[in-house]
């Protein structure tokens, strides 16, 4: 057992001391490093270590947390009292309870890549210089990198509980972006590139600048679009937050505590059957993959929706045993700070058959959305309405035509997803609203407003 | 109260700064922090979420021409400053720099009567039980209330390669509440908050007030129409309508984007971007409020900064390193969320003056437009200054007179346009609390002003 897994057993014991019936100690240990690049400089070096470890407590049927950051003997004692206090301050929940076992953890290879350990800064700071460079090669109009980051994290999670689940996995990620600015005749276009992988040995420098400098100059003389009704193609990187989105929606919290648009759905038709999600806490591609979940429930692949209906909500211990359901392996955290809740883990939206030109032909005159801003304030969470700020490119005869900014677009969820009318073949990775792997989405109709 | 001696002896701090300044640099300085907090929240009437932590940790970084060397690790033994100094020193190749004794100068912290830390747990839930009344008292169309109470206490000590040696003990408390209404298919919610750089004190005056409010907006939602789309006279809210200039301009003004050519009004200091009716400031010493602090987190003392006068751009927001390169003084902006981050040029509170035009004036003028009480929240590009706003209590203005709610409303413009369309500011007058992110780290900031008008802007609406 490594020491940190020894601090979390400890960490359990003193709770129990301490007055808890039950108790659960998630504890981890990350080293972190990030390069911050401008102007052909390296701007920033960072190097981090951080531990920290977090306890859920049983008072009968009160649950308080406690977390902190000094795992010596005195300090966990310290974390052990704040908890047991805190679930004092607590009401009674009927559905209360420490997690039981459910199964065994799949045995998962891969999580860590050693060339985050082999790679030395100097080697990282060349690759985020690499991508920065990238852009301004890529395109004479790209003038400046508003900033180029490299950022790699290696962790170490160990779980006990007084019921008895026992786990420990390491897992390694490291992504690269930047910003590039291009300048037009009217005004300067920002473009975001980035790549997401394991280690820094799969990431390719050279198109995540290319990417970063073809979105700000396909920007270049962009100008607002007519108000209507009109097919609309969402870029993978849009449709992944909206994605993210019904991820939440998805979630058993929301939904037995009448804050979700899904809540009344369960096996209603939700989506045409042109879209189909799956969670998966196991895709090994995955960024939220683990062998369990933040309360030690194995990982699985669940599947949300599919032929169009709702198959089922995603759970944890708590939403399982208040809905009367199993738990799905979907206890998500931010990390020690906080406890576990229901969350998605991997988002996938399964592939279709059309390839990028074939959908942008199948929407024939629409708008093409590149980028949507103001998601987590323009969207209500209960009814799923939104109206959000957007920019991108029309569709004209079906191809890509003028670049369009200052537009809003408008739907709810369902009504949207019903309107999917092709999914492209091209999936990609997206780490905004959770970690989403979804193609283009064609939508048949919403409201686009512009002048 | 502790000083910032307790929480980084300065003997250690010298040899902590000594080691990170062994390979080279111009600069180095050590930032160590404990911090503390609880959190409760009321749901369904119950109780729950309650969360108590204790943090501490340091960061130590090192500045060589243009590049910061930075390492931050968990814990204050100075086993472990040391070990963050060697990490940060680690990739310099350059001759030994000495760095000069500390001298110690503190200022006053922002004033706490009532440390929250000393109110048991159990009172702070009677809060909530409060509040959770009251938002249900406030309508039968009320179907889901919920409410949250947050204290935090922050204790930081900066030291530096200058001799700078200073420290701050924050604390800051908040309640916020949802209401959720329901009348047939129709479901709206609402929230408020209430926050200061303050203790208990600031529950004295009826905090359970900000639940009712919150229930009000959901019920007013109820008989929302959907909002309109085009271009029309937008009139701005006080108080958290200040979100609206934090985003379009403020984040403009930080000095860091100012540099790299990021921001609209990188090259405009000295030049009118408003009309003459039009001063802003930045202010970190405003008593109590959310954004306030005794120093920024490089120990620069906080102060009141005009941003603009008369509608001229007179000034920026500076941190050491971005007030050094243009040889200009530090404001006091130089913030992080934690030590476990690299301060970078924030805001602290900012706002819109007072004006001298009566609310009523403002929206009396307007025969068709838009009034936009709150948002959601907002983004804004700074390099290009587009920006996107969600409101989430919106009203027409027909005749001059603010008629009916609009729901799924979005203020969509760009930066420079449409703060040079200000031609009317309020008398009235309040600050709101807010949380800015930034770079990745979010810290507390006010935002403030009267009513507002925007003589043209685009509201996107799900009116077709």
Redesign the interface.
């Known amino acids: 057992m490594s020491e940190l897994a020894e601090q979390a057993a400890d960490a359990v014991e003193r709770a129990i001391a301490a007055g808890a019936g039950d108790a659960e100690a998630y504890a981890s240990e990350a080293e972190n490093r990030e390069v911050r690049v401008?102007g052909g400089?390296?701007?920033?070096?960072?190097?981090?270590?951080?531990?920290?470890l977090g306890l859920r407590v049983w008072i009968g049927r009160r649950?308080?947390?406690?977390?902190?950051?000094?795992l010596s003997a005195g300090g966990l004692a310290?974390?052990a009292a704040?908890?047991v206090?805190?679930?004092?301050?607590?009401?009674?929940?009927e559905f209360a309870a420490p997690p039981t076992a459910a199964g065994e953890p799949t045995a998962l290879d891969g999580l860590s890549d050693p060339s985050r350990g082999e790679w030395s800064?100097?080697r990282v700071a060349e690759l985020a210089l690499a991508v920065e460079r990238s852009a301004l090669a890529a395109d004479a109009r790209v003038v400046?990198v508003?900033?180029a980051v490299y950022f790699d994290s290696g962790e170490r999670t160990a779980l006990a509980a007084s019921a008895g689940a026992r786990a420990e996995y390491e897992t390694s990620s490291c992504y690269a972006y930047l910003?590039a600015?291009a300048e037009g005749e009217d005004?300067?276009?920002?473009g975001l590139g980035f790549g997401l992988a394991r280690g820094p040995a799969g990431l390719d420098a050279e198109s995540i600048g290319r990417e970063g400098a073809e979105r700000a100059t396909e920007m270049i003389g962009s100008a607002?679009p007519p108000?209507?009704?009109c097919p609309v193609v969402l870029d993978p990187t849009v449709a992944a937050s909206f994605v993210g989105l019904l991820g939440s929606a998805a979630g058993a919290n929301a939904v037995q505590?009448?804050?979700s648009p899904l809540a009344a759905m369960l096996g209603e038709q939700v989506a045409s059957e042109a879209f189909v999600l799956h969670d998966d806490g196991l895709d090994p591609q995955g960024f939220a993959t683990a062998p369990v979940d933040a309360e030690g429930a194995p990982r699985r692949r669940t599947a949300l929706i599919e032929g169009g209906s709702l198959r089922t909500f995603l759970y944890d211990s708590y939403t399982a045993r208040r809905g009367d359901a199993a738990s799905t392996g979907n206890a998500g955290r931010s990390g020690y700070?906080?406890?576990p809740s229901v969350s998605a883990s991997n988002l996938i939206v399964a592939p279709g058959s059309a390839s990028g030109a074939e959908l942008l032909g199948e929407a024939g005159d629409g708008v093409y959305v590149s980028d949507v801003?103001?998601l987590?304030?323009?969207?209500?969470?209960?009814?799923g309405?939104?109206?959000?700020?957007a920019?991108g490119r029309a569709i004209e005869g079906g191809e890509l035509g003028r670049p369009l900014?200052?537009?809003?677009i408008?739907s709810d969820l369902v009504s949207m997803l019903r309107a999917v009318r092709s999914a492209g073949s091209q999936p990609r990775w997206v780490p905004f609203g959770g970690s989403v792997s979804t193609p283009p989405l064609l939508i048949g109709e919403m409201?686009v407003?512009?002048? | 109260m502790t000083g910032p001696e307790e929480l980084l002896d300065p003997a250690v701090a010298e040899r902590v700064l000594a080691r990170a300044l062994a390979h080279g640099g111009e600069f180095a300085e050590v930032f160590a922090e404990r911090r503390g907090g609880?959190t409760?929240a009321i749901?369904?009437s119950?109780?729950?979420?309650?969360?108590?932590?204790?943090?501490?940790?340091a960061g130590v970084r090192v500045l060589s021409?243009?590049?910061?060397?930075?390492?931050?690790?968990?814990?204050l033994d100075p086993a472990d400053l040391e070990r963050a100094a060697g990490?940060?020193a680690?990739?310099l190749r350059a001759e030994r720099a000495e760095p000069r004794p500390l001298r110690s100068e503190a200022p006053r912290p922002q004033p706490v009567e009532r440390p929250p830390g000393d109110v048991p747990?159990?009172r702070?839930?009677e809060l909530l039980r409060e509040l959770d009344q009251r938002a249900r008292a406030a309508g039968g169309e009320i179907?889901?209330a919920s409410a949250s109470y947050g204290e935090a206490r922050r204790e930081v000590a900066v030291a530096n390669s200058d001799g700078l040696f200073s420290g701050d003990d924050r604390t800051r408390v908040r309640i916020g509440a949802q209401a959720?209404a329901r009348r047939d298919e129709g479901?709206?919610?609402g929230a408020e908050t209430l926050g200061a750089a303050r203790g208990f004190e600031l529950f004295d005056d009826d905090p359970a007030a900000i639940a009712e409010t919150a229930a009000r907006k959901a019920l007013t939602l109820l008989d929302a129409v959907p909002?309109p789309?085009?271009?029309m006279p937008v009139v701005v809210g006080g108080g958290f309508g200040g979100v609206l200039f934090h985003e379009m301009t403020g984040h403009g003004l930080e000095a860091d984007h100012v540099q790299?050519?990021?921001s609209v009004y990188a090259g405009k200091l000295g030049e009118v971007v408003a009309q003459p009716l039009l001063t802003a400031y930045d202010d970190g010493r405003m008593p109590g409020e959310w954004g306030s602090d005794a120093i920024d987190d490089e120990g620069a003392p906080t102060q009141k900064t005009r941003v603009i006068e008369d509608g001229r751009l007179i000034g920026f927001l500076h941190d050491r390193r971005t007030a050094g390169r243009e040889g200009v003084a530090q404001t006091g902006n130089g913030r992080r969320e934690s030590f476990?981050h690299?301060p970078i040029p924030r805001m602290t509170n900012t706002y819109i003056a007072p004006g001298d035009a009566a609310p009523e004036a403002i929206i009396g003028d307007v025969a068709k437009g838009f009034y936009a009480v709150s948002?959601?929240?907002?983004?804004v590009?700074p390099?290009?200054g587009?920006?996107?706003?969600?409101v989430?209590e919106g009203y027409l203005i027909e005749d001059g007179k603010v008629t009916r709610p609009c729901?799924?409303?979005?203020l969509?413009?760009?930066c420079l346009q449409a703060l040079a369309a200000i031609d009317a500011v309020g008398d009235d007058f309040w600050m709101k609390t807010g949380i800015c992110g930034k770079g990745g780290q979010k810290v507390p900031v006010g935002t403030g002003q009267g009513h507002v008008r925007i003589a043209a802007m685009?509201v996107?609406?799900?009116e077709?």
Request: charged share 25%; no cysteine.
């Open positions: 401008h400089e390296v701007e920033s070096l960072t190097a981090a270590t951080q531990r920290g649950v308080g947390y406690g977390f902190g950051t000094d310290g974390i704040r908890a206090e805190a679930a004092r301050a607590a009401d009674e929940d800064i100097d400046a508003e900033q910003q600015l005004g300067r276009e920002t607002k108000s209507r009704r505590r009448g804050r700070r906080s406890p801003a103001g987590h304030s323009g969207v209500n969470p209960v009814t309405v939104f109206s959000v700020g920019s900014r200052e537009f809003t408008a409201t407003s512009g002048s | 609880l409760l749901d369904e119950r109780i729950e979420s309650v969360q108590s932590g204790a943090e501490e940790g021409g243009a590049t910061t060397y930075f390492a931050h690790v968990d814990g990490e940060a680690a990739a747990a159990a702070k839930a179907a889901q959720v479901v709206e919610t909002a789309t085009g271009t790299k050519g990021a476990r690299l948002f959601g929240g907002g983004q590009d390099a290009t587009d920006f996107v706003f969600g989430n729901r799924g409303a979005t969509v413009g760009n685009t996107g609406g799900t077709a």
